[in-house]
């Protein structure tokens, strides 16, 4: 049953096509997988098992007949619990919209649902996806696969948890400070945070340039075969763009290229174990024919205060408007953040948005020169499970709790780069650590290049139970 629930996407779906496996027996030992470690993790929010197994019979059928619906006819999909499917509760994490049940359906479940994708759950995110953690007072606390005293992530985390564990086979997320690639990372899995305009999202936050949605796999030919099932123009979002870029899953080797990497981005204590698995990372680049040189970006401590200052105005702000008539049933990390907006101010606004551009002076000439930036994507491996962000310190010194133990907001602030976040190692306390491959603006290509050649040379993760957690 292990081997089966942690198969690939890629090969579930070639196998389906020759009939050496069938999407019923695949949910079978997925929804048994779920039962076995759920209570362990607490990854799911609702669940749809009994509707999942009659689609993937009606699936069954329809690859009996040759006639799959598309590229992800029968394959479990975990959605995270923030976007829409029409008919179906969407929760946002939060005791306010407990009996909250969609009208529509979020333009990439359209796409997903589209080829075939069957949700057999939905995933756990903190309240209204607000923390780099995952728990709220509606669902409780979700759970680290490699180690339940530890967060997985967020707020993308019951799906990074889900796909660790063995319970979906590929999953989505979304990304406003690093909600796809923090719990990539603290999960070992792959995580995309694409180019902003590259996949739809509902509004009003798909004007918003912080804000992405993106795939979470186990492999990196997963994360591509999700993406390219939710990429593309929509004519419901005037910020996606057009053309559709269709990423090809074989890619050329890295020999010849020039990466540039920074362990600390000019501003974040980063934990010792954090460090050694991202040299260890760099080494398996340079083994690869890469030239790999450290760089200074330029960049102190303005780049943490203006990305909170940004994410207070606009995500805080938009959270306290609910402060009125709810404060009662937010959770404390949500009504701290809408109380703190309330103090932003337009000039606070605008001065983001300075250093933002600022930002890019640097990085954006730098990668005329260097093919890709290679930084940690988290400053620890995780923080605990139940972490309540009033304060925190690495290595002696005190971080900033919100932002201070991940180097991925910085990218939500030059959000036309792609970038996606690969495990570099386990962390001391037995948790993955990961890193983030930064590409050009736009250049989706060059990241997942990148990223195919550094699995290969790795051989991956989950092949095999060795290299699964011990649930």
């Known amino acids: 049953m292990s081997d089966l629930s942690y198969i690939p996407a890629t090969e579930a779906m070639a196998r389906f096509a020759d009939k050496s496996l069938s999407p019923v027996d695949l949910m079978e ?15 799911f929010t609702y669940t749809h098992f009994d509707e999942a ?26 959605i995270k619990d ?17 009996d909250f049940v969609a009208d529509h359906t979020s333009v990439m ?3 997903i649902l589209a080829e075939g994708a069957i949700v057999h759950a939905r995933t756990a995110t903190p309240e209204f996806s607000c923390a780099g953690f995952t728990h709220s007072r509606l669902w409780g606390v979700t759970r680290n696969p490699w180690n339940p005293d530890f967060t997985p992530g967020g707020s993308s985390g019951g799906t990074a948890a889900s796909l660790a564990a063995g319970t979906s086979a590929i999953a989505t997320g979304s990304d406003i400070g690093g909600s796809i690639r923090i719990p990539a990372s603290c999960c070992g899995l792959v995580g995309y945070k694409p180019p902003y305009g590259r996949n739809p999202d509902d509004p009003p936050f798909n004007l918003d340039f912080y804000c992405h ?20 123009p929509s004519p419901k979002d005037i910020s996606t763009l057009y053309p559709k870029l269709v990423l090809p899953s074989e890619y050329p080797d890295i020999r010849g290229w020039k990466i540039a990497f920074s362990m600390d981005l000019g501003s974040f204590t980063v934990a010792d174990d954090v460090k050694r698995n991202t040299l260890a990372a760099l ?60 103090d932003s101010s337009a000039q606070d606004f605008v001065k983001s948005l300075e250093v933002a551009g600022q930002a890019y002076m640097s990085l954006g000439p730098m990668l005329e020169e260097y093919d890709a930036l290679i930084c940690p994507t988290t400053a620890i491996p995780a923080v605990p499970a139940d972490f309540d962000m009033k304060e925190l310190t690495i290595d002696g010194v005190q971080v900033r709790p919100e932002l201070g133990w991940v180097l991925t907001t910085p990218f939500n602030m030059l959000s036309r780069c792609p970038v996606l976040s690969v495990p570099s190692g386990l962390g001391d306390t037995g948790v993955p650590t990961g890193i983030q491959i930064v590409g050009p603006t736009y250049r989706d290509e060059v990241v997942f290049q990148a ?20 649930l």
């Not at 990223?451 to 011990?470: I, K, L, M």
Request: with cysteine; charged share 25%.
């Open 109 to 111: 479940n359209e796409r």
């Open 82 to 98: 923030e976007s829409c499917i029409e008919g179906k509760p969407t929760s946002n994490g939060s005791l306010i919209m407990k």
């Open 53 to 78: 197994m009659d689609q993937a019979r009606a699936s069954q059928e329809r690859w009996t007949r040759g006639a799959p619906l598309g590229c992800l006819d029968g394959l479990p999909v975990g």
């Open 283 to 342: 080494q398996v680049f340079r083994d690869l024919g890469a030239e790999v040189v450290e760089v200074d970006l330029g960049w102190g401590d303005e780049i943490q205060s203006a990305c909170m200052a940004y994410l207070n105005h606009l995500f805080g702000g938009a959270l306290s408007e609910l402060l009125a008539d709810h404060a009662d049933e937010m959770t404390d990390y949500c009504r701290g953040f809408a109380e703190t907006a309330l």
């Open 213 to 232: 949605t993106g795939p979470l796999a186990r492999t990196v030919r997963d994360a591509i075969l999700l993406q390219n099932v939710m990429c593309g």
């Open 29 to 43: 030992v997925v929804i048994a997988r779920t039962e076995a470690v759920e209570p362990k993790i607490n990854a």
């Open 451 to 470: 990223a195919s050649a550094y699995e290969t040379a790795t051989g991956g993760w989950f092949r095999d139970p060795s290299h699964r957690p011990a």
